[in-house]
């Protein structure tokens, strides 16, 4: 296990390397920070969710998990690095400059550990229900205490919950100062309503576990089964293209 | 020189039997000595446990007069009939004393498949023996390997992985909820047998506070004290329930003396923090309900068991991969040892040669009378770096083929060939 986690932490790490390779050449190539495709944005989690995985679970006990997630981030990393769109589409006028830094890079911060945390609480369901049928494989014996995983959950919750939540705070306040460039119903485009709500669903994920009101696998469910239909309603948006903000215009 | 084990274990006979032949601790020296004097220039371990006695030993015998010799002996120091035991007895010889040392020492013959004690006592025999002066270069190798062998099984196979054993099961399980022993609360419900064992392993695995309930207010403030715990009435145990992260109960109560709603109310004054119940009572003090609840994780005795169960599973499944291991390492160690029938030759192929050389030497020294101390001891180094070349390839040669061949036809030709003197 000590090898795999070894192994594991390597690939991702690698694969990570190599997408923040291909992404540097093309900011470089186009001259700005290449974010405007779906493509571009899973990029970015990836190599921000390997980065947040490895942050949390550095410690000895907990390394095992590593073996769970890194392979797969590596292989998307990898087939991402390999397959990076060679276009981009025009940027708006009001996210380049710094803006585009702040307001875009705390909110993919923020899905980078909600992706952590769904993982962790795939872990957690794992090894609850193991113990519960009362016959442990010897993967469970690998995985961290439920405790842990159970801390490590509300601690990725604890800090992505408050970045999310001000990332869409600037957000907000952004759109509101160029609400004639979005229109006059921009609060209505499918993206910042699906932002309120995964702001809404985390804001309840971390108040009803502050206040003990849910823990363990039940928490580990919601924020599992949570993720997974954000994460499929962010990707069905993008995938169809109705984020539009009525910015979005013509590819360069 | 043979070697040979013969012993008797819990594989082989009733513990009627091996209680006659279980050799008191402070007797093993005595009859190490008692050994040596019957078998001289022998090498002997004595291997005495609760679940085996047995005796290894490397002599100038034939096999089975090596192996009478220590069946007598057996029935002389424990002064009881070989008839008695020699039933129950096995006896090995060479390569399969060798392989049975090894699946011994590698913990794959014992009660437990993979338990680490039996490992500790071979290394403390062979140490006695070593310390009384009673082991020889082949037995000091023979348990060196054991060692080298019995590490390898363990490091390389999952052979020791899992708890077998019902409070080290407990252990286990509460290691894999909590992160840290050291802020928990155990409470322990009554004061059956088992329910005390599982407490003092998980005391002393860390575990940070003791709440003692009994109903005897006695009873339960002479437990606290051994354990620097609090002691807590019968009465006041579903009120002190919350303050539990483990509770192992084993009263003897014909209901039982705790439900799901007792935990559920638990775990909303502990903000549902987890709870691990251990419930060892026989009738069961839980109700098995309590397990429903997100967050209690329960386990009775057949639960504890089934865990228990599927490790030594596991650990039975490791064997044949084991078995490889000790295979290799007995191959190894018999072909050092047929190496070893062909060290007299050696010597004696090396002293033959060397002896030419001398003569050798001194006639041409003789013939040089002019030649400086310098020269001549050069000369004299020149004819031992000739000699030494000479045997090297035959000496590495010998070793191999005694290994492959059969060593006596093969030592007899060498003989004849450089005209040594047959061995006795």
């Known amino acids: 296990m000590i090898i795999a986690t070894g192994l594991s932490r390597r690939l991702s790490v690698g694969g990570a390397l190599l997408l923040a390779l291909v992404f540097a050449l093309r900011w470089v190539h186009w001259g700005r920070l290449p974010l405007t495709t779906l493509m571009d944005v899973l990029d970015l989690i990836v190599v921000l969710s390997t980065i947040v995985m490895l942050a949390v679970y550095r410690d000895e006990s907990a390394q095992a998990l590593q073996c769970f997630f890194a392979p797969p981030l590596a292989l998307l990393a990898a087939i991402s690095g390999c397959v990076a769109p060679g276009y981009l589409y025009a940027e708006p006028r009001s996210l380049q400059g710094v803006y585009l830094a702040v307001h875009v890079g705390l909110a993919f911060l923020a899905y980078s550990m909600f992706l952590a945390a769904s993982l962790t609480s795939a872990g957690y369901i794992f090894k609850a229900q193991q113990l519960k049928s009362r016959r442990p494989t010897r993967l469970f014996s690998q995985l961290p205490a439920l405790e842990q995983l159970d801390q490590k959950l509300f601690f990725l919750i604890r800090t992505g919950y408050p970045m999310f939540a001000i990332t869409l705070f600037i957000g907000l306040l952004w759109a509101w100062h160029e609400r004639d460039l979005l229109g006059p119903r921009w609060w209505l485009s499918p993206k910042i309503f699906l932002s309120f709500i995964m702001a809404g669903f985390y804001s309840v994920s971390f108040h009803t576990r502050r206040f003990g009101l849910l823990r363990g696998r039940q928490l580990a469910y919601l924020v599992f089964v949570g993720f997974s239909v954000l994460l499929a309603a962010f990707l069905a948006l993008g995938l169809f293209d109705v984020i539009n903000y009525n910015f979005w215009g013509s590819a360069q | ?424």
């Not at chain 2, 050799?23 to 093993?28: D, G, P, Q, T, Y």
């Open chain 2, 1 to 424: 020189m043979t070697l040979a084990a013969v012993g008797l274990s819990h594989h082989s006979c009733p513990i009627e039997i091996r209680e006659k032949l279980l050799f008191a601790e402070k007797s093993l020296p005595q009859a190490l000595t008692r050994f040596q004097k019957r078998v001289p220039d022998s090498g002997v371990v004595i291997l005495s446990t609760c679940n085996r006695v047995e005796v290894y030993a490397n002599a100038a015998l034939g096999p089975d007069e090596l192996q009478a010799e220590i069946r007598s002996f057996l029935a002389e120091w424990h002064n009881t009939p070989e008839a008695v035991f020699t039933p129950h007895l096995y006896q090995h010889a060479d390569k399969q004393a060798i392989g049975h040392l090894f699946r011994v020492a590698s913990s794959l013959d014992s009660l437990v498949v993979g338990e680490g004690q039996i490992l500790g006592q071979v290394h403390d025999a062979f140490l006695l023996s070593q310390t009384e002066q009673a082991t020889d270069k082949i037995i000091s190798a023979l348990f060196q390997k054991a060692f080298t062998v019995a590490k390898n099984v363990r490091t390389k196979t999952n052979i020791s992985a899992g708890k077998v054993s019902i409070s080290s099961v407990a252990v286990d399980l509460a290691v894999s909820i909590f992160t840290d022993l050291a802020d928990k609360t155990v409470m322990v419900i009554g004061s059956g047998e088992m329910g005390e064992l599982t407490l003092k392993s998980l005391v002393s695995h860390g575990v940070g506070q003791v709440l003692v309930v009994n109903r005897s207010p006695e009873r339960a403030k002479e437990v606290a004290a051994e354990y620097r715990g609090e002691p807590v009435l019968f009465e006041g145990l579903k009120a002190n329930l919350h303050r539990a992260d483990i509770v192992i109960s084993s009263t003897a109560a014909p209901d039982f003396i705790l439900d799901a709603s007792d935990f559920q109310h638990a775990l909303k004054s502990r903000a549902k923090r987890p709870m691990f119940a251990i419930d060892i009572a026989m009738p069961r003090d839980i109700d098995p309900a309590a397990n429903e609840l997100d967050n209690v994780y329960l386990y009775d005795v057949d639960g504890l068991q089934e865990v228990a169960n599927a490790n030594l599973e596991a650990r039975r499944a490791e064997v044949a991969r084991c078995m490889e291991i000790v295979e290799d390492g007995v191959e190894q160690f018999h072909h050092w040892m047929q190496g070893l029938v062909a060290e007299p030759t050696i010597v004696s192929m090396s002293q033959e040669l060397n002896s030419i050389r001398e003569r050798e030497l001194q006639k041409t020294l003789s013939a040089l009378p002019d030649l400086t101390e310098k020269q001549a001891e050069e000369v004299a180094y020149l004819s031992r770096r000739i000699v030494n070349a000479i045997l090297q390839r035959p000496m590495s040669q010998l070793k191999h083929e005694v290994t492959h061949h059969d060593p006596h036809a093969v030592l007899h030709l060498v003989k004849r060939l450089f005209g040594l003197k047959e061995s006795p």
